[in-house]
């Protein structure tokens, strides 16, 4: 299968849905959506690797994404437990109510 | 019109549009199945660049654990509403002007380098071809990359101990 797509095109999807990501992190007052939002960000970064990873005839990339894909899993874990004892405390998981350090 | 250009095409529009429809849901629930769906065409994405792996590793772990875990959250917190309060006037008109700055910049950037990344992807080698792929890959990951690898496996017990430890009630702690 000859490939005709060039990477630019996989570049400019990336940035798409990352500046998405960004910008639901920047107007989303819910920290579940706002984890959500990290997490595409991270999902554009891959596809930006894996596009380049093909482009450029290396392995490395793939394997980049790899551990980038375990660290996301790592930090949904730790942060949505995180997101459950703000709720345990609080009762509430709006954003603008943490605003203290003391629980 | 060539097959893989038309499933591109559609596979971006599926996934922008599915960006969006996370960003605009005010359902959680909906949010996050959203996501699955740019997780998915994400992962058609990788088979369409040969790395057939990644994209299994993607549908496995992203669409499958980590977004089950998110509604497993959601269910837990009662798919909560936040009502409509008071927001900072200012705050959604910046962060679109931010955003929308964020992806001018990105495609001057593409358009600066145009010459050097517009070519189309060459076919790949046959050491990297996607029959070779995985096999490649594994010798990759545990001999170049093993120190990394095991590295991660202990990332994955912190986090998980971490998790348990944040969620566990203390000792006579009520609810």
């Known amino acids: 299968m000859v490939d005709t797509i060039p990477l630019s095109w996989y570049l400019a999807i990336s940035a798409a849905l990352f500046t998405m990501g960004a910008l639901g992190v920047l107007i989303r007052r819910n920290p579940l959506i706002i984890f959500m939002s990290i997490e595409l960000m991270l999902n554009s970064a891959n596809l930006a690797f894996v596009a380049f990873a093909r482009s450029f005839n290396v392995l490395t990339g793939q394997i980049f994404v790899f551990f980038v894909m375990t660290v996301a899993a790592a930090e949904v874990a730790v942060g949505l437990a995180l997101i459950v004892i703000i709720f345990r405390n609080k009762h509430s998981i709006d954003v603008d109510l943490m605003n203290s350090l003391k629980g | ?175």
Request: charged share 10%; no cysteine.
């Open chain 2, 1 to 175: 019109m060539n097959l893989t250009l038309i499933l591109f095409i559609v596979l971006a529009v599926v996934a922008v549009a599915a960006a969006i429809g996370l960003l605009v849901s005010r359902n959680t629930v909906y949010a996050a199945l959203f996501l699955v769906l740019n997780y998915a065409s994400v992962a058609v994405f990788y088979l369409l660049l040969g790395a057939p792996f990644i994209a299994l590793v993607q549908v496995t772990v992203y669409a499958g654990a980590i977004m089950v875990l998110f509604l497993f959250v959601i269910m837990l917190l009662g798919a909560e509403k936040l009502p409509k309060a008071k927001v900072l006037p200012w705050q959604r008109p910046v962060a679109i002007g931010l955003a929308a700055l964020l992806l001018v910049e990105a495609g001057f950037l593409l358009f600066k380098r145009l010459t050097t990344i517009s070519t189309p992807l060459a076919n790949p080698d046959a050491s990297v071809n996607t029959t070779g792929s995985l096999q490649t890959l594994g010798m990759a990951l545990f001999n170049q990359y093993l120190l990394p690898f095991e590295v991660t496996s202990i990332l994955l017990l912190v986090a998980m101990v971490g998790a348990i430890v944040l969620t566990k009630k203390e000792k006579g702690e009520q609810g």
